[in-house]
């Protein structure tokens, strides 16, 4: 009997040093992993939220049968993890008062203004953010139609009437990209293009008149997993049935398209990283749809030296993407350390896109 104790003991050290190694591997791999080189190993980070569960009962059951020395290994790994649990499930108050001195500051993936619907005349999008008073709105996937029927520019500048500054032309007289647009209370002074290797993605930099000061101002949409809808319906009998051959192929295309994108996204995130070197401004933030979670290479890359308004100052889980139970926050506000960002919310009171807008009241610090 003692023999099959030590074996008993010997096999729970493995799976204990085992579920702790993967849980910091997947907290630290945007740190220590390139997704140029090693794309698959890049989407660790979409495991932790599941290690940190197993490695939470890890914990509870050693606690129960009062192993405390071996409970001192999960213990130790949730421990070294508090930065990245924080930004994964910040539990911040959001009763903090808007300052006088803030504005408000929105991002919205439109997907095209709700497909660009119309009900009565009305679009839900539109109605939406005229009723927001935000001070500057972001937009992704922005794209109107020439219909009539349909959303049009015409609808968009009447909706939007309030906010008399809009990014045009860039400084060289180049267009801007179509499909992200910043509608402003604050004089902008400057557009230009973030240089970057994409077909239908992209930033673009701004610079707003703030007071005697100068905002940096990035609005982006950065490269998307290119999942087909029949991905997507793939993905979700996945989550309903439990068959074991559709999972395992259901599994190997997804893994394939988000390690493909992952790869592509990461020198984006790079070339929006050296644009903020090269323009140290005191007062910055990046907005828009990183396409990509918390704990991933374009996030790790952008919060070194900006700070999640989410994770400083949200509450929960903050999902912003909810579309065939793909639920993550994908959908950002980041700010420079000369800003204090304050009750950002993931605004789910609106589902006419495949993201919720999030947004924050912003001061100067």
């Known amino acids: 009997m003692k023999g099959l104790g030590k074996i008993l003991s010997y096999i729970v050290w493995i799976v204990i040093l085992l579920a702790t190694f ?22 660790a980070g979409f495991v932790f939220p599941l290690l940190v569960v197993i490695n939470f009962l890890l914990l509870l059951l050693l606690l129960l049968f009062r192993r405390f020395k071996v409970a001192l290994v999960p213990l130790a790994g949730l421990a070294m993890c508090y930065s990245q649990l924080s930004t994964y499930l910040p539990l911040n108050s959001t009763t903090a008062k808007q300052s006088e001195y803030s504005i408000k500051v929105l991002s919205y993936n439109t997907l095209s203004f709700g497909d660009m619907v119309k009900t009565d005349g009305k679009n839900a999008v539109l109605d939406y953010l005229k009723a927001s008073e935000a001070d500057i709105i972001c937009l992704q996937e922005y794209r109107v139609s020439g219909n009539n029927r349909l959303v049009t520019q015409k609808d968009v500048d009447k909706a939007l009437s309030a906010y008399p500054y809009r990014a045009g032309k860039t400084a060289d007289g180049k267009k801007p990209l179509p499909y992200v647009a910043v509608y402003s209370k604050l004089p902008v002074l400057k557009t230009e293009r973030i240089a970057m290797e994409s077909g239908n993605n992209g930033a673009m930099a701004y610079q707003l008149k703030w007071g005697l000061d100068t905002l940096l101002l990035i609005n982006c949409h950065l490269e998307s997993n290119k999942l087909t809808s029949e991905d997507k319906e793939m993905y979700e009998q996945m989550i309903e049935k439990h068959e074991r051959e559709q999972v395992k192929a259901g599994l190997k295309v997804l893994v394939k398209k988000l390690a493909e994108a992952s790869a592509i996204r990461a020198p984006q995130a790079d070339s929006i990283a050296n644009y903020l070197k090269r323009h140290p401004y005191k007062y910055i933030m990046v907005c828009g749809d990183f396409n990509d979670i918390p704990i991933s290479y374009t996030h790790h890359t952008l919060t070194r030296t900006l700070n999640d308004a989410f994770a400083e100052s949200g509450r929960g889980l903050g999902i912003s993407y909810h579309k065939n139970k793909f639920l993550f926050r994908i959908d950002n506000i980041l700010v420079s350390a000369g800003l204090k960002a304050t009750n950002c919310t993931v605004d789910s009171s609106i589902d006419a896109s495949d993201h919720y807008p999030i947004w924050a009241y912003v001061e100067k610090n």
């Open 22 to 43: 993967l849980l910091l591997f997947s907290a630290f791999s945007p740190s220590i992993i390139q997704p140029v080189r090693y794309p698959v190993l890049s989407l």
